[in-house]
């Protein structure tokens, strides 16, 4: 059984060691433009955020401020 198993692995492993094939210079730039595109939104979308959960802490501070009176 352990022996059909560590040969099984040894196959797939084979098999997708050659399947392996160089991608085009078009990919490559495609996805460095994805990657550029992903992190000017999230420069943009982290004020956003801070602003937010900012918020959410003033509302539950105000809330404490409040239950106190």
């Known amino acids: 059984m ?3 198993l560590l040969f099984a692995l040894l196959v797939v492993a084979l098999l997708t060691r050659s399947a392996h094939a160089a991608l085009p210079a078009v990919v490559g ?3 460095t ?3 550029t595109d ?3 939104l999230i420069d943009l979308l982290w004020p956003v955020v801070l602003a ?3 918020a959410f802490v003033l509302i539950k501070l ?3 401020g409040g239950n106190k009176i």
């Open 62 to 64: 105000a809330k404490r």
């Open 2 to 4: 352990r022996k059909s």
């Open 52 to 54: 937010v959960m900012g």
């Open 29 to 31: 730039t495609t996805l």
């Open 38 to 40: 992903a992190l000017a």
């Open 33 to 35: 433009e994805i990657q």
